[in-house]
């Protein structure tokens, strides 16, 4: 803890000047590139993230969901997403170049051919067909850059505690979106919470995920990211965006 603080503090003598000019503390800077490293360099890990999610009903005003998600990534080509929610329970298995989807309720799967490896399977199924990974952006190389450059502030809160755990608090300013980030304060720099205000529509929403039970470097093994589909399930085309309907609801 003494070492992080040192090195903010010498980062700030050095460009207090321009931080103020441009609206970004170094601080946050630093320890946000930190996690990004943590992150970036596991070869595997597990996590479990809660999330909610807001939207805006006419009628009922703003409603909120809440969803479960159990995590394993397996660098760079393998991951296991267990999620449950008001839609019930489904899972993502993906490995190497496919990807297959399983509703538990409807007991219903389906097989979207990906890109080999997890990121660019991300961007895909994203932009294709409309699926959202939990807490995704956090493993991007770019997450710290990409913030600064989609936020005019990002500021450094200075130390909280949530759950008995000490974090850094990191608040981000932007025409679109205002970000919140809890840091764990040690060795690992893990991200713990986040909390996302969208201002892009006339009714601001509001985004959350607090992480937990994270593990890094887990021996995984390869099975376990390769789905046996039942004798009795039924298979589902899943259709892109630009198609007229879709077989999978959002998470």
Not at 143 to 162: A, S
Not at 178 to 199: E, G, K, M
Request: glycine share 6%; aromatic share 14%.
């Amino acid at each position: 803890m003494k070492k992080i603080f040192l090195w903010i503090f010498l980062f700030s003598i050095m460009i207090h000047g321009k931080a103020q000019e441009a609206h970004i503390d170094p601080g946050a800077v630093i320890i946000l590139d930190r996690m990004s490293e943590i992150i970036g360099d596991l070869n595997s890990c597990s996590f479990t993230v809660h999330t909610s999610n807001e939207k805006f009903d006419p009628e009922k005003g703003f409603v909120k969901s809440f969803h479960k998600h159990e995590v394993y990534m397996a660098g760079p080509d393998k991951m296991h997403v267990l999620n449950e929610g008001s839609n019930g329970k489904t899972g993502y298995w993906y490995h190497g170049d496919l990807l297959l989807y399983y509703a538990v309720n409807t007991n219903q799967y389906g097989f979207i051919e990906t890109p080999d490896n997890i990121i660019e399977t991300i961007d895909f199924v994203y932009q294709e067909y409309d699926l959202e990974f939990p807490a995704a952006d956090f493993f991007y190389p770019g997450f710290t850059d990409d913030l600064l450059e989609t936020h005019e502030r990002v500021t450094y809160e200075g130390l909280v505690n949530i759950n008995g755990v000490e974090a850094h608090h990191i608040v981000a300013y932007g025409k679109e979106t205002n970000v919140q980030i809890w840091v764990s304060n040690d060795t690992f720099a893990l991200p713990i919470r986040y909390l996302i205000h969208d201002l892009a529509t006339d009714k601001p929403l509001q985004f959350e995920g607090v992480f937990s039970n994270w593990v890094l470097n887990p021996i995984l093994p390869d099975a376990m990211f390769d789905f046996v589909v039942p004798e009795s399930a039924s298979r589902v085309s899943i259709l892109s965006k630009s198609s007229t309907y879709s077989n999978i609801s959002d998470q």
